[in-house]
């Protein structure tokens, strides 16, 4: 039997008046909590109430709510004084800042003060629910309620299970959650909970390719945003969020798993925490938003002109795509078969979608010099940019002709240092071995990682609903041959994608 969301007549306390807590309060009062927010601040509850009185009348005037909506949701909005004027709540949310021992001294206190039937939820994003309920004489009536920012916009909430929330109170919370608008999903304390553990890899792959020096930063965002279909690139996200954020967080994690390769952080990084270049709130992150800065343009080939002869091989979604842009654009192109698995031919370029190898290891394993690499694309109808890298025994007359092919079929088209998985492909198979990891170790389900990933990072696709798109096999491969090149357990295949691979079914299913 499913559990029931909780009434309207419960009054819902919000502890900590920024802008997760003034977001969660809005939320609630506009589902139609009576909404006490609290924060030790002076007049830091009164200003926040005042700001979200002042949201729901603009709302009013866009006809988003009714007028007698939005003036019943403010009058259900109180500022508190102190603790004991939460004594009446039935729901506490505490979101103040990330702090163990601090949230743990909360919830004791409130404990004297609410009732034994109050639930309590912290929207921590990275602390332990089970050692925040630890804390408690009865860790029973915690679970965490993590929403994402803004959370009146985002529509995620993660349920988080210590191990000694009862799922009763965790599907409680999850009916709570959707009664309030929201899509909710369940997850297992682990470090990072669901969205902030399987995104690690979206930034740490990017830090490890500018390491590497395969494309400054504002080619790999163009590539992320135009073949890969993110809605930002890693390091304009990284700017946003702030890099002493960003990677206090990714440090967390790495820590929390015993310092994992997987989540290992960047020196990189390090090096902008330490400089205090921590991006847009400074003026200077990866980019410079200085006042006149010069804004980043992403490295493309210049155009070519197509002058060899073009083949296109197999039934591949990339090969298929080529077919219909090059028809579209009126360029001839003959069709066959191929048993080593490239798509094109264009003269003497043999053209391959990467498989987590170098151009040049691929080059030297076919015995073919002219060897271009292309790729991965959410869509190859319609990305509007690729990224290729060419083996070093290439002649630049073949770099020129699979170029003008790309180009020729509508893409612009950045030339990467000839690194393993060029960009999107190695990120997207790192998501998903990630996701798949928390999948297999019951953190959480494989729709509640996909919908996590989409709804909290607006991720195009679910990691495994991409994977799954793309090939578990390939994926696999993928990362297999990543494992090879840098010999590091960073790149160790999730027992779950293996299992599916040799099953043939769906890692999303």
């Not at 953190?443 to 793309?470: E, F, I, S």
Request: with cysteine; proline share 3%; aromatic share 6%.
């Amino acid at each position: 039997m499913m559990a029931s969301a909780l009434s309207t007549d419960t009054m819902v306390a919000v502890i900590g008046a920024g802008a997760m807590g003034a977001g969660i309060a809005q939320v609630a009062a506009a589902a139609g909590h009576t909404v006490k927010l609290l924060d030790t601040r002076a007049q830091a509850a009164q200003a926040a109430v005042n700001s979200i009185q002042a949201q729901f009348s603009k709302m009013a005037e866009k006809g988003k709510m009714t007028q007698a909506a939005a003036t019943a949701a403010s009058e259900r909005l109180i500022a508190a004084q102190q603790l004991g004027d939460l004594a009446d709540a039935g729901l506490v949310v505490e979101a103040i800042a990330e702090n163990l021992q601090a949230k743990q001294q909360l919830f004791r206190d409130l404990e004297g003060i609410v009732p034994a039937a109050c639930t309590f939820a912290t929207n921590t994003s990275s602390i332990s629910v089970t050692a925040l309920g630890a804390a408690l004489q009865n860790p029973q009536r915690l679970a965490g309620l993590h929403f994402f920012n803004p959370a009146p916009l985002m529509a995620l909430v993660e349920i988080v299970s210590g191990l000694a929330t009862p799922r009763t109170l965790a599907e409680t919370l999850f009916a709570t959650a959707s009664a309030w608008g929201k899509t909710p999903v369940h997850a297992r304390s682990t470090p990072g909970f669901i969205v902030n553990r399987v995104a690690r890899p979206f930034y740490g792959e990017a830090l490890r390719l500018l390491t590497e020096g395969a494309a400054d930063c504002a080619t790999i965002d163009a590539v992320m945003r135009e073949a890969g279909g993110f809605r930002m690139g890693p390091f304009e996200l990284m700017d946003m969020i702030g890099h002493d954020v960003n990677y206090a967080v990714t440090c967390s994690v790495w820590n929390a798993f015993y310092n994992d390769p997987r989540f290992q952080p960047s020196l990189l990084q390090k090096e902008l925490v330490d400089a205090g270049f921590l991006g847009k709130k400074t003026g200077r992150g990866f980019f410079d938003y200085s006042a006149g800065a010069e804004k980043a343009v992403p490295g493309t080939e210049p155009n070519q002109t197509l002058l060899a002869a073009v083949t296109l091989y197999g039934d591949g979604d990339a090969a298929r795509a080529l077919a219909q842009r090059l028809s579209a654009a009126g360029v001839a192109f003959e069709r066959s078969t191929s048993a080593d698995g490239r798509i094109a031919q264009v003269g003497t370029a043999a053209v391959y979608v990467t498989d987590g190898r170098s151009a040049t290891q691929r080059a030297s394993a076919n015995g073919l010099a002219d060897t271009v690499l292309i790729d991965l694309a959410l869509n190859y109808r319609t990305n509007t940019r690729i990224a290729i890298a060419n083996a070093a025994q290439c002649s630049s007359a073949a770099v020129s002709g699979a170029s003008a092919m790309l180009q020729a079929a509508g893409m612009k088209v950045s030339r990467f240092a000839d690194v393993s998985g060029l960009v999107v492909m190695r990120t997207v198979a790192m998501l998903a071995n990630e996701a798949a990891d928390a999948v297999n170790q019951g953190v959480c389900t494989a729709a509640a990682a996909d919908a996590a990933m989409r709804l909290g990072v607006n991720y195009p696709h679910g990691p495994l609903a991409w994977a799954d798109k793309a090939g578990a096999a390939s994926m696999r491969d993928v990362l297999a041959n990543l494992g090879a090149c840098y010999g590091e357990d960073r790149y160790r295949i999730s027992p779950l994608i293996q299992r599916h691979v040799f099953s043939g079914t769906k890692l999303h299913d």
